[in-house]
T-cell receptor, first 116, second 112 residues
Framework: GAVVSQHPSWVICKSGTSVKIECRSL??????MFWYRQFPKQSLMLMAT?????????EQGVEKDKFLINHASLTLSTLTVTSAHPEDSSFYIC????????????FGPGTRLTVL | KQEVTQIPAALSVPEGENLVLNCSFT??????LQWFRQDPGKGLTSLLL?????REQTSGRLNASLDKSSGRSTLYIAASQPGDSATYLC???????????FGPGTRLSVLP
């Protein structure tokens, strides 16, 4: 149980295009989901926290107009990187919190984004 | 603001050795601490979760301890194997329980 999936697992796009990454909790409902970014050989940095049915809360330095987050249902959150640039190339990991499991937080497998 | 550090940054050991990875955090008011494993280009695998009221947790060859007052945790790996090679991340969750603050990780290589 407590599986989180991400799609796609990797994506390559041209500079200036937009890319959408999906995060799904497969066997539990997640009122809260988190989006992290990880640059090579660095640790995970929280980008934003999304709560179902409300606007996401972004960490300092993260552009909310560039990284659009939608958490429209209890099992799905999406991150859209708008007008992507090479510096947005990174590993994006989502996490979902399951309130029925004492607040356990479960991580997805990540999405590798490469912007050419 | 909570800060998490890990020592060493990288470690290479021969197979069979016992080893200790260290994690330090600046704010002792934590909700829990979790150790993760990350293989190259992959997501996170949870290894051990220690609640703030606990002192240690064990799973197989892994043992994690927590000293909240001093802001430290250690991950002990017994009889290391080449399959243990990965990056080990320490993460703490604050008392508001909202999200994790991650350490930079320790890259472990176990040589056959």
């Amino acid at each position: 149980g407590a599986v989180v999936s991400q799609h796609p697992s990797w994506v390559i796009c041209k500079s200036g295009t937009s890319v959408k990454i999906e995060c799904r909790s497969l066997d539990f409902q997640a009122t809260t989901m988190f989006w992290y970014r990880q640059f090579p050989k660095q640790s995970l940095m929280l980008m934003a926290t999304s709560n179902e049915g409300s606007k996401a809360t972004y960490e300092q330095g993260v552009e909310k107009d560039k990284f659009l987050i939608n958490h429209a249902s209890l099992t799905l959150s999406t991150l859209t990187v708008t007008s992507a640039h090479p510096e947005d190339s990174s590993f994006y990991i989502c996490s979902a919190r399951d309130l029925t499991r004492q607040g356990g937080q479960f991580f997805g497998p990540g999405t590798r984004l490469t912007v050419l | 603001k909570q800060e998490v550090t890990q020592i060493p940054a990288a470690l290479s050991v021969p197979e069979g050795e016992n080893l200790v990875l260290n994690c330090s955090f600046t704010d002792s008011a934590i909700y829990n601490l979790q150790w993760f494993r990350q293989d190259p280009g992959k997501g996170l695998t949870s290894l051990l979760l220690i609640q703030s009221s606990q002192r240690e947790q064990t799973s197989g060859r892994l043992n994690a301890s927590l000293d909240k007052s001093s802001g430290r945790s250690t991950l002990y790996i017994a009889a290391s194997q080449p399959g243990d090679s990965a990056t080990y991340l320490c993460a703490v969750k604050d008392n508001y329980g909202q999200n994790f603050v991650f350490g930079p990780g320790t890259r472990l290589s176990v040589l056959p």
